[in-house]
């Protein structure tokens, strides 16, 4: 196994921007990780509205790992969702930007390094999350859909802020979700005719403007 990867000066950590930003470490304080488990959750605390996203990336392969860590947003704090595939050392880089602000790039807010030292459980693999779905969203469930589970009968429950209505579409069919008493986006939706068949299921959400949907999550089958 490749040993802990060098890294450059004030790269761990928090970046200029975190406390500038309002933003604290809410569950690992410290930016060096030791993990024995492939799972774990990272949170942030914002104190401001914030579009936050991360990169996880393999460090011996240098590879970038977007499939693998899931953002959303509850009560002002940022969860990072990590299914690492194998042992050994990755980076984990956090990014925001203050809202309203619509600028294209993200300046890096605060840095991990993650030394996972067994895979205890199957690995996850997240949907794609789209630019809204960074603006406070977060999934009930489900946070990862296989192509091996039961698909009959699928559960969808979201909090997608300012949404007007929601659906889900599955190679072009659409389902719409009903909003429940908890302000909670949710319906059952059957895909298990898409098993395998390598089709797009995304989460979208209408704001109120005419007909028009915006793509949050993007599930692969």
């Not at 069919?173 to 319906?187: M, T, Y």
């Not at 209408?206 to 599930?219: Q, R, T, V």
Request: with cysteine; aromatic share 10%.
């Amino acid at each position: 196994m490749a040993g802990r990867p060098e890294l450059q000066n004030g790269f761990l950590g928090a970046q200029p921007k975190f406390a500038e930003f309002g933003l604290s470490t809410e569950s690992h304080q410290e930016p060096e990780i030791h993990s024995s488990t492939n799972q774990l959750e990272v949170k942030i605390r914002t104190s401001k509205p914030s579009k936050v996203t991360a990169n996880l990336t393999h460090c011996a392969k240098n590879e970038e790992l977007p499939q693998h860590v899931f953002t959303q947003t509850k009560d002002n704090v940022v969860s990072f969702l990590v299914s690492l595939p194998d042992v050994g050392y990755y980076k984990l880089q956090i990014f925001a930007l203050l809202l309203p602000d619509d600028s294209k790039t993200l300046p890096g807010v605060f840095n991990y390094l993650i030394n996972c030292t067994n895979v205890t459980s199957a690995v996850s693999t997240y949907p794609k999350q789209f630019a809204q779905w960074k603006e406070g969203c977060y999934i009930v469930e489900p946070a990862s859909l296989s192509g091996l589970a039961n698909l009959s009968n699928v559960r969808f429950e979201a909090y997608i802020p300012g949404a007007k209505s929601a659906a889900i579409v599955a190679d072009g069919n659409w389902s719409h979700l009903q909003k429940n008493s908890a302000a909670l986006w949710e319906g059952r939706v059957d895909l298990d005719a898409y098993k395998g068949k390598d089709v797009k299921v995304t989460l979208n959400a209408n704001y109120g403007e005419d007909n028009k949907f915006a793509s949050l999550l993007e599930y692969r089958l």
